[in-house]
């Protein structure tokens, strides 16, 4: 893999139901985000990670959780999906510097 | 509270100039991006201004104005390629980007 991978693509999930989304990257960058967008709004951060081992919080957690067991991986987790929890999701990794790198994204509908 | 703006929407014609305006309110200021994003696609970077000025990179230029909470992008010789939605983001004294809602960028023949 070269850069930022997310999987899945896409999810339809009922209301209720645990999901992880993945995100791994391969350019060795200590910090990662995960973001949430939302037609009309800016990207929101739900959670971060400033290098493995470590997690914070970010804008909108409620709802979400993530470990960051090694550099690479970087997972999400809805522990009981909400249809509010329905968006666009965007890993990203940041470069020495702040540049930040994205993930093609996951759309997740909870119905 | 932290804020940035701008407008929602604009409308350009092939092969002209436009400007994108963003300001912003933050905690602290540790530097201002702006990230490009097609439909349906991931952002990418296009700039990064940390010090007042205008920074060039072929068509696309930036600038800030941090005594203002001001900054564009600048967009020339537009082609429909263009047609996209730019995002400015701040990074404030937490090192956290915060980021606008986008503008988007439609561009007519």
């Known amino acids: 893999i070269a850069g930022i991978t997310q999987a899945p693509t896409s999810q339809i999930l009922a209301a209720g139901r645990r999901m992880t989304l993945r995100c791994t990257q391969d350019?060795?960058?200590?910090?990662m985000y995960w973001y949430r967008q939302d037609l009309g709004l800016g990207l929101r951060l739900i959670h971060y990670?400033?290098?493995?081992?470590?997690?914070g919080k970010g804008e909108v957690p409620d709802g979400y959780s993530v470990s960051r067991a090694n550099t690479d991986d970087f997972p999400l987790t809805l522990a009981s999906a909400v249809p509010s929890q329905t968006s666009v999701y965007f890993c990203?990794?940041?470069?020495?510097?702040?540049?930040?790198?994205f993930g093609p994204g996951t759309r997740l509908t909870v119905t | 509270g932290q804020n940035i703006d701008q407008p929602t929407e604009m409308t350009a014609t092939e092969g002209a100039i436009v400007q994108i305006n963003c300001t912003y309110q933050?905690?602290?200021?540790?530097?201002l991006f702006w990230y490009q994003q097609h439909a349906g696609e991931a952002p990418t970077f296009l700039s990064y201004?940390?010090l007042d000025g205008l920074e060039e990179k072929g068509r696309f230029s930036s600038f800030l104005s941090r005594s203002k909470g001001y900054s564009y992008l600048l967009l020339k010789e537009l082609q429909m390629k263009d047609s996209a939605s730019y995002l400015c983001?701040?990074?404030?004294?937490?090192?956290?980007?915060?980021w606008g809602a986008g503008t988007k960028l439609i561009i007519k023949p």
């Open positions: 990203a990794s940041v470069e020495q510097g702040a540049r930040q790198y």
């Open positions: 350019m060795r960058h200590n910090a």
């Open positions: 990670s400033n290098t493995a081992g470590t997690t």
């Open positions: 933050t905690s602290g200021f540790n530097g």
């Open positions: 201004n940390v």
């Open positions: 983001a701040v990074m404030d004294s937490n090192y956290q980007l915060i």
